[in-house]
């Protein structure tokens, strides 16, 4: 067995109605601190209200879209000068990697381009970060497991990360009734992008026994889960889609991911559209490419067997029908979320240099990327 390590949150907390907990666990870390939410403050004020409630001084920073720069500029500037003793984040993915990256920079002496990769220095941070609450809305992401902040740069057409391991949240409260009711095109979305993140680890160069045991057993209900969840509304399916939500984020941060999300990085840098909707279309064109490319398919067999039961067809057919249920779903392809067909040779040439295609079971050549791309779209 080859060595390996793992790091997480420093604490994880799951379970639905844990969230009514938050706030003493977060005004016991100081008496002043920052709330990061979505685009609709109304969801996050039950937080900022217990907290005042609870004698703390609260500033409110909104995260309405997948966050850039500029984004990150504009709120590290508003929350350098409260002298924050903590920071927390509620709501999807995007907003949680905002918080966690001002979580990250608010004490740093340098600046963002310091900490960058790829754009930037790509340096650890020089100071510790302030205590970080992780609070997710939606099963997808994983945010509330990883050490990296996801920073989208419109300069540039990429998505880069901040990343280091002390960024992991302190607190992790992952919750799954903050996901009853959210939007079916959001669900399938960020559900399909859960998936991918337990898929990935599992046929990953990167795989260690950790991960393995983490998310194999993910899978098949991760699954079945968000096809319930595409019936209706499901509190049983909402609690397992979180728990392989978790499970994904934990793997990868601890193992590696793959060409979904190797090419999901720089399409979410040329594209507005959600990461988690990219992801999806990705996934099942993916799987059908290292599939054929890796030259012991074991696990992708494993995999296509679950993917198979779960949606009623055979093994062999496995990758096309997750994509076909997906579009069924409201699932757009690629070309309807904003790809041209003119960038695939670009986004596959740019997906080689990304951490996660170091990941992928087999090294793509450009050209399988490219016919994945089209199968996308």
């Not at 057993?217 to 509304?233: D, F, Q, S, T």
């Not at 029908?321 to 070309?335: E, N, V, Y």
């Amino acid at each position: 067995m080859n060595s390996f390590g793992f790091a997480l949150p420093g604490r994880v907390i799951f379970g639905r109605g844990e969230a009514r907990n938050a706030p003493g666990l977060i005004r016991a870390l100081g008496g002043r601190g920052i709330v990061v939410h979505g685009a609709d403050a109304r969801r996050a004020a039950w937080l900022v209200d217990a907290l005042r409630a609870e004698g703390a001084e609260v500033l409110t920073i909104s995260c309405a879209s997948e966050p850039t720069l500029p984004m990150l500029e504009a709120a590290l500037a508003e929350a350098k000068g409260f002298r924050a003793d903590w920071v927390a984040g509620l709501s999807g993915g995007a907003a949680l990697d905002l918080g966690k990256a001002l979580a990250g920079l608010i004490p740093a002496p340098g600046g963002i381009m310091d900490h960058l990769e790829v754009v930037g220095r790509g340096l650890p941070l020089a100071v510790p970060p302030l205590p970080y609450i992780a609070m997710p809305t939606t099963a997808g992401t994983g945010a509330e497991a990883t050490r990296n902040a996801v920073i989208g740069l419109p300069d540039h057409g990429r998505k880069v990360s901040i990343r280091d391991e002390r960024m992991l949240p302190r607190i992790a409260i992952v919750d799954p009734a903050l996901t009853d009711h959210c939007p079916r095109h959001v669900t399938l979305a960020s559900g399909l992008d859960a998936l991918a993140q337990v898929i990935e680890p599992y046929v990953s160069a990167r795989a260690t026994p950790f991960t393995d045991a983490l998310v194999r057993p993910a899978i098949a209900p991760g699954i079945a889960a968000l096809a319930a969840l595409m019936r209706g509304e499901d509190a049983a399916a909402r609690d397992r889609l979180a728990w392989t939500s978790l499970c994904g984020g934990i793997a990868l941060a601890n193992g590696g991911l793959g060409a979904v999300h190797g090419l999901a990085g720089v399409i979410g840098g040329v594209t507005p559209a959600p990461h988690g909707a990219i992801c999806g279309a990705l996934l099942g064109p993916v799987l059908e490419m290292n599939r054929r490319l890796v030259p012991d398919p074991a696990r992708i067999e494993e995999v296509c067997g679950l993917i198979a039961a779960a949606l009623g067809t055979s093994a062999a057919d496995a990758p096309r029908a997750l994509a076909a249920w997906a579009r069924d779903c409201g699932l757009p392809g690629l070309a309807a979320q904003g790809l041209d067909s003119a960038s695939y040779r670009g986004v596959a040439e740019a997906s080689l240099a990304s951490s996660s295609m170091k990941g992928n079971p087999v090294a793509p050549p450009v050209e399988e990327l490219e016919a994945v791309l089209a199968a996308a779209a």
